[in-house]
């Protein structure tokens, strides 16, 4: 009978703190003013894997982690772009987009994709103009809200854009559909006009990138997400980032919607080289000497 009672009453305390983290991810966070990000609650505050960090290039580990695979990404869908308030986002709607490799041991199906403005992963203290987040939940817990309850069971693409004179082609039907729901406050979505094409959002190299353990960047910050930021950067001009800027909510302008870099603590880095293995000089003159015999044969 007592077992039931403690069971009963940890059933309790759970529902009771799962009601107060849906009631403060429900959105009565801001980037600025009492209710910005030096007072969300919970993990926000108390964590020890909070995300976005600084990433010190210096103190990267260089390793092999593997290809990361990203199925389906070059399909055309049909796609919606919401100002939630927080955000413009972007959810896409037919056979599922899927990333694996990395590192990664299961499948990780993309949810959603949004943007940041300025960028929240910073590179040796240098802060761009945009960042892209593509979000992945881990296909066996079924949906995202179940998956960033688990250790690793998100997956974030981060993509940075770093400003430049020229527009950049890609965003045009992006931008073109933001400025329709820009004026729109709460909750306002919007048919995006040309199909989207997620490979368009990544960059051309990705055959590099960083990847560490992290949380996500908004309330609750739910520790669960093992994050990806691709070293070759996109570009947005100053124009086409005025778009973003000019995103209203029920607090106002939206102006930017990063939060600060948070500490790494003993957290470590990796840069992912393809092909790189810490005895690569004995490999690359192995190379060059087989190379040297495959010469000489073929002049015989
Ligand atoms: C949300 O924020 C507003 C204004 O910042 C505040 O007055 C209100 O009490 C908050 N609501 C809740 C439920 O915390
Ligand atoms: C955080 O909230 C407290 C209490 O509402 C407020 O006094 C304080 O100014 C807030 N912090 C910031 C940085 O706005
Ligand atoms: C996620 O899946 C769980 C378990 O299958 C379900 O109870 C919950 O309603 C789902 N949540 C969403 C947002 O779909
Ligand atoms: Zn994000």
Redesign the pocket.
């Given at each position: 009978m007592k077992m039931r009672e403690l069971d009963f009453s940890i059933i309790l305390i759970i529902s009771i703190s799962s009601i107060c983290l849906s009631h403060q991810s429900s959105g009565n966070w801001t980037y600025s003013g009492e209710h910005g990000p030096e007072n969300w609650s919970g993990v926000c505050k108390n964590g020890n894997r909070q995300s976005p960090i600084n990433i010190v290039t210096d103190d990267t580990v260089k390793a092999d982690l593997g290809s990361l695979i990203f199925t389906r990404y070059d399909f055309a869908y049909t796609g919606t772009l919401t100002n939630n308030g927080h955000s413009l986002q972007i959810t896409l709607s037919g056979v599922p987009v899927v990333l694996t490799g990395g590192g990664l041991t299961s499948t990780y199906v993309l949810e959603q994709m949004h943007f940041h403005w300025g960028a929240e992963h910073t590179i040796d203290g240098v802060r761009d103009a945009l960042e892209l987040h593509l979000v992945h939940y881990d296909k066996q817990?079924?949906?995202?809200?179940?998956a960033s309850q688990s250790h690793n069971g998100i997956s974030v693409v981060a993509v940075l854009f770093k400003l430049s004179d020229d527009d950049n082609e890609k965003l045009y039907p992006i931008l073109k559909a933001a400025e329709a729901v820009s004026e729109w406050v709460g909750m306002s979505s919007v048919e995006i006009q040309r199909k989207v094409i997620p490979m368009q959002l990544l960059p051309n190299d990705r055959t590099t990138f960083y990847r560490y353990e992290g949380s996500l960047t908004t309330p609750g910050c739910q520790e669960a997400v093992t994050w990806f930021i691709m070293s070759e950067k996109l570009s947005i001009s100053e124009a086409q980032l005025k778009v973003f800027k000019s995103i209203r909510t029920n607090h106002g302008v939206l102006k930017q919607n990063y939060r600060p870099t948070q500490n790494i603590g003993d957290r470590k880095v990796y840069h992912h080289l393809l092909g790189y293995t810490s005895s690569s000089p004995t490999i690359f003159v192995n190379y060059l000497f087989i190379s040297m015999i495959a010469f000489y044969i073929i002049l015989n």
């Amino acid at each position: 009978m007592k077992m039931r009672e403690l069971d009963f009453s940890i059933i309790l305390i759970i529902s009771i703190s799962s009601i107060c983290l849906s009631h403060q991810s429900s959105g009565n966070w801001t980037y600025s003013g009492e209710h910005g990000p030096e007072n969300w609650s919970g993990v926000c505050k108390n964590g020890n894997r909070q995300s976005p960090i600084n990433i010190v290039t210096d103190d990267t580990v260089k390793a092999d982690l593997g290809s990361l695979i990203f199925t389906r990404y070059d399909f055309a869908y049909t796609g919606t772009l919401t100002n939630n308030g927080h955000s413009l986002q972007i959810t896409l709607s037919g056979v599922p987009v899927v990333l694996t490799g990395g590192g990664l041991t299961s499948t990780y199906v993309l949810e959603q994709m949004h943007f940041h403005w300025g960028a929240e992963h910073t590179i040796d203290g240098v802060r761009d103009a945009l960042e892209l987040h593509l979000v992945h939940y881990d296909k066996q817990y079924g949906n995202v809200s179940i998956a960033s309850q688990s250790h690793n069971g998100i997956s974030v693409v981060a993509v940075l854009f770093k400003l430049s004179d020229d527009d950049n082609e890609k965003l045009y039907p992006i931008l073109k559909a933001a400025e329709a729901v820009s004026e729109w406050v709460g909750m306002s979505s919007v048919e995006i006009q040309r199909k989207v094409i997620p490979m368009q959002l990544l960059p051309n190299d990705r055959t590099t990138f960083y990847r560490y353990e992290g949380s996500l960047t908004t309330p609750g910050c739910q520790e669960a997400v093992t994050w990806f930021i691709m070293s070759e950067k996109l570009s947005i001009s100053e124009a086409q980032l005025k778009v973003f800027k000019s995103i209203r909510t029920n607090h106002g302008v939206l102006k930017q919607n990063y939060r600060p870099t948070q500490n790494i603590g003993d957290r470590k880095v990796y840069h992912h080289l393809l092909g790189y293995t810490s005895s690569s000089p004995t490999i690359f003159v192995n190379y060059l000497f087989i190379s040297m015999i495959a010469f000489y044969i073929i002049l015989n």
